[in-house]
């Protein structure tokens, strides 16, 4: 069971969660606006929330950067918006899960127990070191040459997840369950757009790599520029 707390202004669909979850074991508190539902969320502390993006009061991507400013809860945005830039946007700003409605209750659910299962893994906390690229998750700073990146929160994971498998392959696929949490499959262009924004900070091109490598067909992975070591076989970009 899980204390849920539900933000989302249509009644009919809010009383709908709230009877499914509830069955399912979990507790759930709702607010139909969003400065009623932060509030509630910074006094009662649950677990995880489920955001409508689009609420009465106040946008819901504004919503929820308040919100990261104040908590780390593990948020699942529930929105009828299935644009892929949208999408983008709100794991951007600090969405952990998205789902597009309509949807059923098992499958919130089952995302439900999939953000609270990441949010329970123990992170690893000492710094990754490729080539002069380093990358500290407790501080959530990576700096190349000694100077710190400018990264969004999903170029950070996605740059910390590559770099704990230095020189291995890792599909898209993976990427989207690790990063994105989308273990049902997702867009692939996110992690094309992703991939070509790091490229940039990182002073390299698809076309000219120095860290990040495509393997085609197969997936990407993070190299040391330094070693001089390409991989035989593989057709690298």
């Not at 893994?121 to 190349?144: C, F, H, K, N």
Request: some cysteine.
């Amino acid at each position: 069971m899980a204390s849920v707390a539900l933000i989302e202004d249509d009644g009919l669909i809010r009383d709908a969660l709230c009877r499914a979850l509830n069955t399912l074991g979990h507790e759930v508190h709702s607010a139909p606006s969003g400065l009623s539902g932060l509030r509630d969320i910074v006094d009662g502390s649950p677990e995880v929330v489920v955001l409508d993006l689009g609420l009465p009061d106040i946008d819901g991507l504004e919503l929820l950067r308040m919100l990261r400013a104040v908590s780390a809860v593990p948020v699942i945005a529930a929105t009828a918006r299935d644009d892929e830039t949208e999408i983008i946007r709100t794991l951007d700003a600090g969405a952990d899960d998205y789902i597009v409605k309509p949807f059923s209750a098992g499958q919130l659910d089952a995302r439900i127990r999939a953000v609270l299962r990441r949010a329970g893994e123990q992170p690893r906390t000492q710094p990754v070191r490729v080539g002069q690229l380093t990358i500290d998750p407790t501080s959530r700073v990576a700096s190349l040459n000694g100077k710190a990146l400018d990264l969004s929160k999903k170029e950070f994971d996605l740059l910390h997840y590559l770099a704990c498998r230095p020189g291995e392959v890792v599909s898209k696929r993976e990427l989207l369950a690790a990063v994105w949490e989308q273990p049902l499959g997702g867009a692939d262009k996110t992690v094309d757009v992703h991939l070509s924004w790091l490229r940039r900070k990182l002073g390299e091109t698809a076309s000219k790599p120095r860290y990040l490598r495509t393997v085609r067909g197969v997936g990407v992975k993070l190299v040391n520029p330094l070693s001089g070591r390409r991989d035989g076989g593989d057709q690298v970009r």
